[in-house]
């Protein structure tokens, strides 16, 4: 059998990469995330990492592996330049001619380039990397603005080169300038007369008076701030309520802006007042003193207006708005300037002449504003509908829509003009396509969901975060401003990209189909890199309406194949979504499973033998995982390794937040041939040239669990531990990946069988790998073997590997609960680890901390069993229940030992613990290997803690604080 074991299969140098993907986040300029929103795109050098290692052949030597691991450091860096990328093409090249057997004469120029498909292409990212790397690329995308994303990002820079750019800010900017004759006037420059500055004590005492602005200075609005509002459900009052969360303008150092809520008791309105100090405590009130989780108080009679009142207001159309504050800029200065909306609320267009002439550009037009409907309360992330907010439209202010539909209007005819000047057809409709863009760019940022960021002082997505939440204060962009949310900026982050993807010579075939029905042919390509929904994370096509709604009316009809739907086709969207099957979440997971196996059956059909799979996931839960592990299985594919790669953004997606910080990259090889059943030995240095592409199984065979995947199981696990631990992988990474890999041993057969000839499912097997798992890490930071391990109790093997993966870190239960089932305990219940006041962990609604011996120790009886009363004199009093935990015995000593010493000799009588255990459990805990290190997961620090510094003190004098005790009382 030819060996063609791939460098994926191997190794890659997750340390090195992940650090690049993890500073790639804040990279801005000239990145593709700033051509247009789209959800969980992977980090560039991630993907370009996947390609790389997909296609070319694993070292044969040492010597190749550090040359290749170095190769891959280079390439996967974002200045990576064109003499690395030529290399890296050259090497893909070269192994590809080796698979084709062609002559070794053969010139590289003649070897076809190898075949790519990402089969859930969505944001561009695998495609464009493919791209780079000089293979021949297919992208496939059901939804059509991630398809519209993909052209201008994979096809139209390449077929038109730089000059395509050109013609786009040709373009941009003549819209713009037609678009800011027509309503210029909707967003007017504001005359500001003598304002005298806030003074305060502190004020004076730590910096500059705050900045004047001279008589009658001309200054820009940028974006207006408004809070919406409710009549006050005290019949005796019937003030308007502001709604507003909090009134902070800015956080900056130096700079604390907010705005006082003066009650008007004569209009029954609230005013605003702009305060601004050098310090927060010199505003003088507490700007984060408004409503709480939709609960509001009337600043006039005190009566609160709760949320189920909003509800039946906002579904009577009776929520209004009010204008707190206008931000503005000023012409050759830096910085943001604030009015306040109580004064300066005159520069508000009325609002019957905004729907008068809304009207009448629809009329002229002949489109309407987007009135198609919002998904179904429940969908996925979307918490507006039941506040009355029932159609796309209702996302929008009058003077938003009549900006939007002002600028599709002035795009639709740019299209139009290049046609009359004799452009070519398809070069206009690319030019016109990138405009569109410019309009869902404003759209992104201007509607009446979004949210001001203060510390920034910018205008966010309210959809950026993967949902679509109510918010009771919002800003106002001004789209032909100089700001955030601008079509003018938006344009010039689109002509960088556009320039920069020129570069790349060789143009994507992007295809908008279904991937369980792909127009390809069998056995054809060489690769599937590909990154699927994660089950539940992200409802995409839900949310790709709110932009979906705005490339229809824009370019809709030079696209009628993609845009003649009334929204984005959901039928066939692979992801876990109940409200789609009559809110029955078996249902949902099922039709999930089902669409990932028909996609996987369809990769499976046009890869060649001995084609690679790669899929990223970073799903946390095991419904997720189990579903993802069967539609592979089914689709007769062998899991053969698992690599975590850092691409997660910090409190990003909803469903990705305070889980892993990384992508599992997991790697399949397609199941064909009968292969015998060979041991698994992990070589890294030596016999790389015997190691076969995948392991064991054959098409339809059944596995016996006992003697042929548990076996094989654990031998993978603990060489992935000791691999990922020497590459300082830790914590859920290091578990996750560990599982990864552990699924070769069960995907390597059609059918996996217990000893009883019941099948073994893919979710009881995800059990037993976080169990192998577990135990394995366990001995690693114990330092002892499996039967160590078992000797200590299971609520302090839980604590050691919870201090090992999160530190002192708050994290979500369902990610703690998975490292409690593979452990053997439960978190709630009765018995659960969170009940009673011994509680080892503290639950804060869906979130969990593991407690410290300063939260526990002071209890008197941690760590005593618990016996019956003595009976008679003589009689030893006998145990019941269950004996106290290590854990608890350590924690009881480490508070004694620090706060009342004096008692230690009476608490080791009571307690009897085996104190060769305990001193493992506490040299555990102490080392080094706990110590997190530098971003790693949010909250953890490289400083030891004081429960590691404690038990360092502890373990120094140990003979005499434990053991002598011990043999004092014993004798």
Known sequence: MTNDRRLIEDFIPIKEISVEAAREKSIRKGHISTLHLWWARRPLVAARAAVFASLIAAPETPQKRTALKQAMIDLCKWEAGQPTLDKARKQILEAQKLRLNLPPETPLNQVPPPKVLDMFSGGGAIPLEALRLGCETYAVELNPVAHIIELCTLVYPQKYGRKLADEVEKWGNWVIQKVRAEMGDLYPDIKVGEVVPQESEQLELFAPKVKQLTLAQNITPVAYLWTRTVKCPNPGCGADVPLVRQTWLCKKSKKYVALKVIPNHETKRVEFEVVESATEKGLGFDPAAGSSRGTSTCRHCGTTSKTNYIKEQGKAGKIGQQLMAIVCTTSGEQGKTYLAGSSYNYYIPNEAELKNRLENLCAETGLTIPNEPLPDYGVLGFRVQPYGLLKWSDLFTSRQLLSLMTFVKWVRLAHQEMLSQGYEEELGKAVATYLSLGVTKVANRGSNLGVYHTGRETIESPIGSGRLPMCWDFPETNPIGGSSGNYSDGLDWTIQNVRNLAEISNVAIAKRQPCQKLDLSDSSLDAVITDPPYFDAVPYSDLSDYFYVWLKRSIGHLFPEHFSSQLTPKKNEAIMEPSRHGGDKKKAAQAYEDLMHKAFCEASRVLKPGGMMVVVYAHKTTAGWSTLIDSLRRAKFTITEAWPLDTEQQGGLRGLRASLASSIFLVARKREKPHPNLPLTKVREQELSNFPPYQGGTEGGTGDYATEVRPLLSEIVRDRVKTLMSEGVAGADLVIACIGAGLRAYTQFDRVELPN???????????????????????????????????????????????????????????????????????????????????????????????????????????????????????????????????????????????????????????????????????????????????????????????????????????????????????
Not at 824 to 845: F, M
Not at 886 to 900: A, G, P, V
Not at 926 to 946: V, Y
């Open 757 to 971: 000839g019941d099948e073994l499912d893919a979710s009881s097997f995800l059990d037993e790998v976080q169990k192998e798992v577990a135990e394995t890490i366990l001995g690693t930071v114990l330092g002892c073997d499996q039967k160590g391990v078992s000797a200590v109790d299971k609520p302090t093997q839980y604590y050691i590997l919870g201090r090992y993966e999160y530190g002192e870190a708050i994290v979500e239960f369902d990610e703690a609960n998975t490292l409690a089932r593979g452990i053997g305990v439960e978190l709630d219940g009765a018995s659960g680890l969170t009940d009673g006041k011994l509680a080892l962990v503290k639950k804060t609604k869906n979130q969990i901390q593991l407690k410290d011996y300063q939260e526990r120790g002071a209890l008197e009886d941690l760590g005593i069993q618990k016996t019956e009363k003595e009976q008679t004199f003589n009689v030893k009093p006998q145990a019941i229940g269950n004996a106290p935990s290590l854990i608890d015995i350590l924690h009881r000593l480490l508070w004694l030992s620090e706060n009342r010493p004096q008692g230690i000799y009476e608490f080791l009588s009571l307690a009897q613990p085996d104190t060769t255990q305990l001193q493992l459990v506490a040299q555990a805990l102490a080392g080094r290997a706990l110590t997190p290190e530098a971003g790693g997961i949010e909250g953890h620090t490289t400083n030891r803690t004081k429960e590691q510094q404690t038990i360092d003190t502890l373990l120094a004098s140990w003979k005499r604080l434990i053991e002598e005790n011990l043999f004092t009382k014993g004798s």
